[in-house]
């Protein structure tokens, strides 16, 4: 059980904490509630390189990292289609360098053309290298167009193509920041060796002063349901074909989130899946294969991923994946397999839980996911789960009129 207290600051700020005296430690987390879901269309990438522009310092504090290391911290930060995530640890007795660390650049990050040069410049090669040059490195860039047709997620957190981060002027990137950066728009969550009366006083202290700002209005395009199946076929000069497949799902919060999960686990988790076992070990169709959700907090998707074996027929290879689906629709499934799948679950909640930091996520995701409890309720929710709702999970979402493929085809070498 993680127990915690909540308050929220006059300016919006939403402040979670809880006390772990275990640890000489504490860590703090600060989610954004802006992701690559908030851009503009026609400029993609931005929330990705605005996490990259939010550690160049400020007028105050002209360089973020040395204070920290200075204090026995470190950190670090992440963006996905939902959220902008920044995080840190250090002993516990200098926490009150994270509370002025961050809400010195909550407050005004000093934003200049130099700094947005060289850090476009840096997230411009990163995209070259790991989605244009990188073997199978485009494949989402490919895959979420083909899925989604409306809504955001139709593009990756990278953004949709680099012209895009090229053409975004500094006028944007403070307009991002005045309207997504706001306190009102953040999660504020301390763990570790803190007191709550502490964690209140310094967080009224450092962050209270922050002016309230107008949060920008969000209002995105619901994904019209996929009644046809999708395919795109595409070659590239990899060392072998792939096949990735695709089928919509419903939102983070849905009553179907933890038995897709379990599912995943069922069909890929790691040498006991059914995916590995027959596709990988039986069959020696592909050299790996994988399946996971995306955990969007919009409706996302259940992926399914492989790289076949040299010689392999992509067709064939569709059609093996397609017969273990199939097997699981038709309730093949055992209580036994199914208990094993939800042991390696709760163990894994377990672990995680013995970190400071991840609890600190794991609540700042709950509490906007609209209620910090639920992270108390999650294994309870997942062994709720049977073999007929894994039954009627399967049936209702991994049909072929859901379903979008790529066929990642290896060009044949004469």
């Not at 275990?22 to 026609?42: C, F, H, Q, R, W």
């Not at 995080?87 to 002025?100: H, R, V």
């Not at 074909?241 to 009553?255: C, T």
Request: proline fraction near 5%; hydrophobic fraction near 35%.
């Amino acid at each position: 059980m993680i127990n915690f207290s909540s308050f929220r600051l006059d300016n919006g700020l939403r402040v979670i904490v809880h006390e772990d005296r275990s640890t000489p430690l504490a860590a703090m987390n600060i989610l954004y509630d802006v992701g690559s879901k908030d851009e503009d269309p026609s400029l993609t990438g931005v929330a990705h390189l605005f996490e990259h522009l939010m550690y160049c310092g400020t007028e105050n504090i002209p360089e973020y990292d040395l204070p920290l290391q200075l204090a026995g911290g470190e950190n670090n930060a992440f963006t996905n289609n939902d959220i902008t995530n920044y995080y840190l640890t250090l002993p516990s007795g200098n926490i009150e360098t994270a509370f002025w660390l961050e809400s010195d650049r909550m407050l005004e990050p000093g934003f200049t053309q130099k700094k947005l040069d060289i850090q476009r410049s840096v997230v411009i090669e990163e995209f070259k290298q790991r989605y244009l040059n990188q073997p199978y490195g485009d494949a989402m860039l490919l895959l979420r167009p083909l899925a989604y047709t409306t809504h955001p997620y139709r593009w990756p957190t990278i953004g949709m193509d680099v012209s895009h981060i090229e053409n975004v002027d500094l006028a944007h990137v403070k307009d991002f920041f005045s309207h997504h950066y706001t306190p009102g728009n953040a999660i504020l969550t301390l763990t570790g060796n803190i007191d709550p009366d502490r964690a209140y006083d310094l967080a009224v202290k450092w962050f209270g002063s922050v002016p309230k700002r107008k949060k920008a209005i969000r209002n995105l395009p619901p994904e019209p349901v996929q009644t046809l199946g999708k395919n795109l076929t595409v070659e590239r000069n990899v060392p072998s074909s792939a096949l990735y497949k695709a089928w919509h799902i419903g939102p983070r919060i849905s009553k179907d989130y933890p038995s897709l999960d379990l599912m995943t686990d069922l069909l890929a988790g790691g040498e006991s899946g059914r995916l590995y076992n027959k596709l990988v070990r039986d069959k020696n169709l592909f050299s790996d294969i994988n399946a996971y959700i995306t955990s969007d907090i919009d409706p996302g998707l259940l992926i399914m991923s492989g790289k076949l074996m040299n010689g392999t027929d992509i067709m064939k290879a569709e059609e093996a994946v397609n017969e273990v689906i199939n097997e699981l629709i038709d309730s093949t499934l055992t209580d036994n397999e199914l208990e094993k799948v939800k042991n390696r679950y709760e163990s894994s909640v377990v672990l995680s839980n013995t970190s400071i930091l991840n609890k600190a996520m794991n609540l700042s995701i709950y509490e906007l996911l609209g209620d910090p409890e639920m992270v108390n309720r999650e294994v309870e929710n997942y062994r709720a789960v049977s073999r007929e709702i894994v039954k009627e999970s399967a049936i209702k979402y991994l049909i072929p009129e859901n379903c979008t493929t790529l066929f990642y085809l290896a060009v044949s070498k004469k």
